[in-house]
């Protein structure tokens, strides 16, 4: 049975074997008292000495073996290496936190992320693969003529991936700084190391390679936890199969912890207290004024008084902290209401679909879900970065396959995730809901000082109710270990899944923005005659540059994973579907046509991203444009719009134009080839 | 007709077909999540069951049945490329 594996796979298989032991020794070395921190050092610098290592082995200077992984990579393999390419941090550990804070609404990630692939693997998988050049601008280049389209596609595939990247970074620095305890910024800088050996020695080849030993620890470290989690709770170590009894059990504690006396008066101390901040923000300035001379009276006293001097530090401290003018006020005191009305809502019960007071309310609900559903889908399809990875199969069928197995990898997480979230919300509603604040578990403390968990006993009980609790949805997946007393090995595990995804991710983003760089821009449009030699040099130095800026604008902590990789979606989505799939589909789209839908797309796709998200950018120093969303649709699906207003442009203007003869020629090499291929 | 126009026709056929049905489970389907929801198998409502688990491996059925008649579909007009 052994002999019959290819030598690919039983170097994987020998691969996965070291791991598992790797892991056993750790756990062995726990039992004897290895120090925590040791331990997620040892996970950080074997991982990362794995990848280097196979990026090392794999570096080479070819073009084709950089850019597409010498079109070599076996249907399995490339699958599996989308996998880890596809599954970012937000994916690792962003997926499992939402589905747990909003339940059903969370499954709108599950569809969207995984029904994208039956548009990939119908509309554009083979295609790409037929036509079999290195970029996506190197296809509408080619199927629509001319350099303009190429400049707008490296744009569009530029915007989207950089806002992908900071998120991956960002989600880098997440976790080295709660594992290993380096300062986030430096954990941002450490992760890009791991990066760039890969990606810059080897390009896609080791990119690839490297992506394939990700995706086996990434998938090990996401079950494993859920899997004890799973054996505990209900005796069957299957967790996608036995959820369903939890998920009910769930429902139970929650009828039972939703209506306590101490739970609602907690919701109506929120309430009183967002009163209170729309009221103050109503009468700025005069309330902030008042604030400030009260303040000043209080210290007056106590200063008058024999009080303590530590007392009067601390609301000297306050008084220090006052806004400092009315704006500043208005943002802060906004921030905070819009914090306490959260808190103050009623909860969601975790099965329920399209929650709501009102019939209304429901309605918003489910536009919004099946609007997310479709930016998601839409947005997976037009990916630069998992597209160009159906380039790298040696041929159009593979291809096809190679868009199953990536699904079916990818499921694994996929399936796995909700059951993670039911047993994580199992473990809270048991074991931390209803119990003295005292007596809490150390993880808490531990992230609540990197700011992920907040605790704050507004009725002053001395027990935490469950509104008085806020987890940011990043933590569950990398506390789940801790919530549920594991020996810290599985922490150290899963911190190194989390890398791995983050990292691969962040691999294939920088690779596809530097060859669209110095293949589409440099190499295709200024210098054609440059050699393949310096075609690469201008590479690598792109990629120095590229991951320096992203982890520049990462360790400014920009915003939450999850709203980031969907503005990058919905980016994506808008700039590239229409243009690809008219493209291969319709004989008479032109060039003005493409042009025109991919400029429409993406600009209103971002112009109403801005206009629902951000009131004001003070770098350019205007103000007030927030408007209300369209149809209540949130800025996460703006690409609703930009799709549609793509498909609707290029179709108009298409028609208007003349066609490109060539297109025709073109169209039958790519949807019909006799014979093989170069 | 040549054969290549032939072959477009019936993958092109094969490809919206599948596409529609995509999007009755993806769309139509989840619309009516909270009515489903009523309905209880293996203690999840069926509703939260189809979009965590079901339509997943939908997904995966269809692109199992696309590679399964585009490949036959190759071979009949000789456009296997390996």
Known sequence: ????????????????GTFLAFIGALAVLEQHGMPPRWIGYAFLFFTISMYALIGIVCRTSDVSEYYVAGRRVPAFFNGMATG???????????????????GFQGLAYVIGWTGGFVLVALLLAPYLRRFGQYTIPDFLGARYGGNAIRL???GAV??????????????VGVITSRFVSLQFEIGVFVGLAGILVCSFLGGMRAVTWTQVAQYLILIVAYITPVAILSYNQTGNPVPQLVYGRVLQQVSLLEDDLFQRPAELEVRQLFHERADLYAQKIMQLPQSLNFERENLAKQINQLKASDAQMKDIVA???????LPRDPEQARARWEEAMFLAVERSKPPIHHAEAFPGETVEEQDIMRINFLALIFCLTIGTAALPHVLTRYYTTPTVRQARESVFWSLLFILLLYITAPAYAVFAKFEV?????????????GWVAAWAKLGLVSIEDINADGILQLA????????????TPEIAGMPYVVSGLVAAGGLAAALSTADGLLLTITTSLSHDVYYRIFRPEASTHFRLVISKSMLLVVAILAATVAAQKPGTILSMVSWAFSIAGSAFFPALVLGIFWEKATRAGALAGMVVGVLLSIYYIIRVEFDSIPLLGISGFNMEPWFHIQSTSSGLFGVVAGFCTIIVVSLMTKPDPRAASFLKTIRYRNGTES | MPAADIHWQKSRRLTFILLLFWGLVTFGLTWFSRSINEVIILGFPLGFYMAAQGALVIYLLIIWWYNRQMKKLDIEYGVEDD
Do not use: C
Request: charged share 15%; proline share 4%; net charge negative.
């Open chain 1, 1 to 16: 049975m052994f002999a019959s594996l290819s030598r690919l796979q039983r170097y994987y298989l020998y691969y996965t």
């Open chain 1, 84 to 102: 880890a390419d596809w599954m970012s941090a937000a994916s690792f550990i962003g997926l499992a936190g939402t589905l747990y804070l909003s």
């Open chain 1, 152 to 154: 707008v596609a490296v």
């Open chain 1, 158 to 171: 530029i915007l989207a991936s950089f806002v992908y990247v900071v998120a991956q970074i960002y989600g």
């Open chain 1, 315 to 321: 609301l000297e401290r306050q008084y220090r902290d």
């Open chain 1, 429 to 441: 509603l048991t074991h931390l809901a209803e119990i003295p604040i005292a007596k809490l578990p």
């Open chain 1, 468 to 479: 008085e609790l806020s987890l940011n949805p990043d933590v569950i997946v990398l506390a």
